[in-house]
C-alpha cells in the first residue's frame, strides 16, 4: 500500500482568508480515494446524456444516486425523480438508478413500450449475473442463494428480484447468519449487496462458511472496490482525528459504512454530513485533527465547500493520505455509447 501526504496551507486553500494568526489551527486529513466511483460517475453521465440526445424531461426511477445534491443538479436540468413506472408518460423516456432493478420494472417498461436506459452499476449487474448462475439449471446444481445485505435498500431490492420469490434469504448481520436454517445445507451460494463494510460482510461470511462448508461463494466477496479503498483510506488515518467527517447523504449506504467504519478505527467521533450548510459547528469545539472523506455517491465540490468553510474559520493545514489510485471507468449503455 502506498501512501502519498500533499500539504495545503491555510492561504493556498482561502486566499482572501484572515491572518492565520487569528485562527485555531486544524490539521485536515483527507483521505484518498474518495466521493465518486466509476458507477455512479456513469449513472449521472447516463442522464445527463439522455437529457442531450432526447430533450427534457428525462425520468430516473429512485435517485439516480443517493445524494440530494446530485439529485438536485439534474433536476435542474430537466430530469424528473419517480418511485414506479406509473408515474412515467406513454411517450417518456426513462432511466434506471444505478442500484439496478428487479426483473419486473425493464418487463412492465417494454409492456408500455416505454424508451428505457439501464444505469446499473455494472459491478451490481455482476452480482445479478452470479445470482442468477447459482439458481440456473435447476436439479442438483440449483442453489438456494443467501444474500448479504440490508433489508429495503434498492440494490437488496433490485438483486433479490432477479429471481423467483423464495430463491433467495436476506441475511441482514452476524446474527442472522446463525440463525438462518435453509432446507438444504448442500445446495447453498452467497453474494453480497456491493456498499457493505468489509469487516462486518467477512465476520457473516466466516459464520455462514462454517455452518455450511459447501456453500459457494464468489471469488471475491461482492463489495466492490469503491466502497473497499474507501474504507481502507479511512481505516488509514481516522485513529490520529479528533472527529471524522463524512460527507454523504443519510440514506446513502456507502456514505453510512465510511462514518461506522471511522468510529471503529479509533477515531474519538464520526458525523456524517450532507453538505456544508448541515454542518454544526459546535461539533469542531477542541478539535484540532480533523478526518475527511466522502461517499461514492458525493461529488468532490462538496469536499472543496467544506474545506473552504473549514478556511476561513481555521488556520487550516491539508494532508492527503492516497492509499490507493483509481482509474475505472464504465462504459454508457446502448444506445448512448454510439451517442458520444
Not at 448442500?186 to 456453500?215: G, H, K, M, W
Request: aromatic share 4%.
Amino acid at each position: 500500500m502506498s501512501e502519498q501526504t500533499t500539504p495545503v496551507t491555510a492561504n493556498s486553500a482561502n486566499p482572501g482568508a484572515d491572518s492565520p494568526t487569528s485562527r485555531p489551527k486544524l490539521k485536515i486529513l483527507l483521505a484518498g480515494p474518495r466521493g465518486f466511483c466509476a458507477g455512479v460517475d456513469r449513472a449521472i453521465r447516463v442522464v445527463e446524456e439522455a437529457l442531450r440526445r432526447y430533450g427534457a424531461p428525462v425520468y430516473v426511477r429512485h435517485e439516480i444516486v443517493h445524494n440530494r445534491t446530485v439529485v438536485e443538479g439534474l433536476e435542474a436540468k430537466g430530469a424528473i425523480f419517480v418511485e414506479e413506472l406509473d408515474e412515467v408518460p406513454e411517450d417518456g423516456h426513462v432511466v434506471f438508478s444505478a442500484h439496478g432493478v428487479p426483473k419486473s420494472v425493464p418487463a412492465e417498461a417494454q409492456r408500455r413500450n416505454l424508451l428505457y436506459l439501464d444505469a446499473t452499476c455494472p459491478l451490481v449487474s455482476k452480482v445479478h449475473r452470479e445470482a442468477e448462475r447459482h439458481f440456473a439449471g435447476g436439479g442438483p446444481e440449483q442453489r438456494h442463494i443467501l444474500m448479504i445485505g440490508h433489508a429495503g435498500h434498492p440494490e437488496v431490492v433490485g438483486t433479490m428480484g432477479q429471481l423467483p420469490p423464495g430463491a433467495v434469504t436476506l441475511i441482514n448481520d452476524a446474527r442472522e447468519a446463525a440463525e438462518v436454517q435453509p432446507k438444504d445445507v448442500d445446495r447453498l451460494a452467497f453474494i453480497t449487496q456491493t456498499t457493505l463494510s468489509v469487516d462486518d460482510t467477512a465476520e457473516i461470511v466466516d459464520i455462514l462458511r462454517t455452518r455450511f462448508p459447501n456453500i459457494v461463494g464468489p471469488r471475491r466477496e461482492d463489495i466492490c472496490y469503491a466502497t473497499t479503498n474507501r474504507q481502507m483510506a479511512v481505516k488509514e488515518l481516522a485513529a490520529e482525528c479528533d472527529l471524522v467527517i463524512v460527507i454523504g447523504s443519510p440514506n446513502s449506504s456507502n456514505s453510512q459504512r465510511l462514518r461506522e467504519v471511522a468510529e471503529r478505527s479509533l477515531a474519538k467521533r464520526a458525523l456524517l454530513v450532507p453538505k456544508v450548510s448541515d454542518m454544526d459547528w459546535s461539533e469542531l469545539d477542541g478539535v484540532k485533527t480533523l478526518g475527511m472523506s466522502a461517499g461514492a455517491s458525493a461529488p468532490e465540490s462538496l469536499v472543496q465547500e467544506m474545506i473552504e468553510e473549514l478556511s476561513a474559520r481555521y488556520d487550516v493545514t491539508i494532508e492527503e493520505r492516497i492509499v490507493k489510485e483509481e482509474n475505472i471507468n464504465f462504459r454508457l449503455p446502448q444506445p448512448l455509447a454510439d451517442a458520444v
